[in-house]
């Protein structure tokens, strides 16, 4: 009884007055790079979605788990409390690409560390995190070539559209060019071609020399790996 009545008063009257100025810090932290993780995300993330609208969450949701994490942490009966809050609330949010979810994770792990005090841990891991990321989508850039399909059709019997001119135009600013069809009529010609260009100012220069050939010209460039 007496053990009972000692758990009870533990569960009861456990608890860590939070200091003010060392939560604010790491409130302040957390929204400092929760933003510094958007501007990470919005300019070296690879998803399709619209990344700068879901990366305006990153903020909120870190500073939350922060909270969270600061209150808790002093007593184990809101622990046990949050347990029985999370199994009612259900969270449902579209995830419609892994890499989205990865970051979610993250600022909730900010949120974790900064709630849990351990600021020096937190910074470091997150230096590191962002500084991976950034590298090896750099990398990435540098030795991925554009690989790309391209149709060039028009009407040939009018200015200078013609299969030697394309091919001419494409080798003068691709390195690589391989031609998949043609198909000419009385008036009109269509090449297909698989190209590969060292950047994107020199693919700009050649949809810009191909437009010149005929006024008539209509360019298409497709992701080599969205044809299948």
Do not use: W
């Not at 500073?63 to 259900?90: N, Y």
């Not at 190209?195 to 437009?211: N, P, R, S, V």
Request: glycine fraction near 6%; charge should be positive.
């Amino acid at each position: 009884m007496n053990r009972m009545q000692t758990f009870q008063q533990f569960l009861a009257t456990q608890s860590v007055q939070v200091p003010v100025f060392g939560f604010i810090l790491n409130l302040l932290l957390a929204a400092l790079l929760a933003f510094v993780l958007s501007r990470v995300y919005v300019k070296y993330g690879t998803s399709l979605s619209n990344r700068r609208m879901f990366a305006r969450n990153f903020i909120l949701l870190t500073m939350t788990t922060m909270l969270i994490i600061t209150i808790v942490k002093s007593s184990l009966a809101l622990s046990l409390g949050l347990v029985g809050a999370l199994s009612i609330v259900r969270f449902r949010a579209a995830i419609k690409e892994p890499e989205e979810l990865a970051y979610l994770f993250l600022t909730i792990a900010i949120g974790l560390g900064l709630g849990a005090d351990q600021r020096v841990i937190t910074l470091v891991a997150f230096a590191i995190i962002c500084g991976v990321t950034v590298l090896r989508k750099r990398r990435h850039e540098t030795e991925e070539n554009q690989n790309l399909y391209l149709t060039v059709s028009g009407r040939g019997a009018t200015g200078n559209l013609s299969l030697e001119k394309i091919i001419e135009t494409l080798r003068k600013h691709c390195s690589a060019v391989d031609m998949k069809r043609f198909d000419e009529a009385k008036d009109m010609l269509e090449a297909s071609f698989l190209i590969e260009f060292d950047g994107t100012e020199k693919l700009y220069a050649a949809k810009a020399e191909l437009q010149k050939l005929n006024d008539s010209v209509k360019i298409t460039f497709l992701d080599n790996k969205g044809i299948l």
